[in-house]
């Protein structure tokens, strides 16, 4: 009588919707990432891939693990997980774009955050150079009208 041998998975046998359950599965339980692991792949060390994948998928990974943190909603996800193309030359799907759509506003306002920020130093330094043009009596802003 033949044995049959178990397969085991490696990290790049799990498409983008398996990725996705996966860390769905791992937010929504209290289960380690290892348990997690092992249950999907055999294999009892995990070596950081659940963490990779969270960040390549864009979950929010600063906050600890056992608690829900991704950027989009859980359950539109979880009704939308077969939809996920797999392969790099097909065109990427609604649930995809919104994705993307989602990443790309966050990244808009970091940037218009940090801008306003460089807006109020540059205000902060300006008024610094007109104090300090008032109280010492010497011109310190070039002139623009100079001749060279």
């Known amino acids: 009588m033949k044995q ?3 397969i085991k998975k490696t990290g790049g046998d799990f498409n ?3 990725r996705h359950a996966i ?3 791992l937010l929504a339980t209290k289960c380690t990432k290892v348990a997690i692991w092992e249950k999907y792949t055999g294999q009892s060390e995990e070596h950081g891939q659940i963490l990779n994948w969270m960040k390549k998928l864009g979950y929010v990974t600063g906050i600890p693990i056992r608690r ?4 989009s909603d859980i359950h539109a996800m979880a009704k939308h997980k ?3 193309k797999t392969s790099l030359l097909e065109p990427l799907s609604n649930e995809q774009s919104d994705f993307d759509t989602l990443q790309l506003k966050k990244r808009i306002a970091d940037l218009e955050a940090k801008l306003k920020e460089a807006e109020i130093k ?3 330094f300006s008024t610094m150079v ?3 043009e008032k109280e010492f009596n010497i011109p310190i802003r ?3 009208n100079t001749k060279l």
């Open 4 to 6: 049959k041998k178990s």
């Open 16 to 18: 983008l919707a398996q």
């Open 23 to 25: 860390i769905q599965e």
């Open 68 to 71: 829900p943190n991704i950027v």
């Open 82 to 84: 077969n939809k996920y």
């Open 122 to 124: 540059a205000i902060a």
């Open 130 to 132: 007109d104090i300090a």
């Open 142 to 144: 070039k002139k623009l």
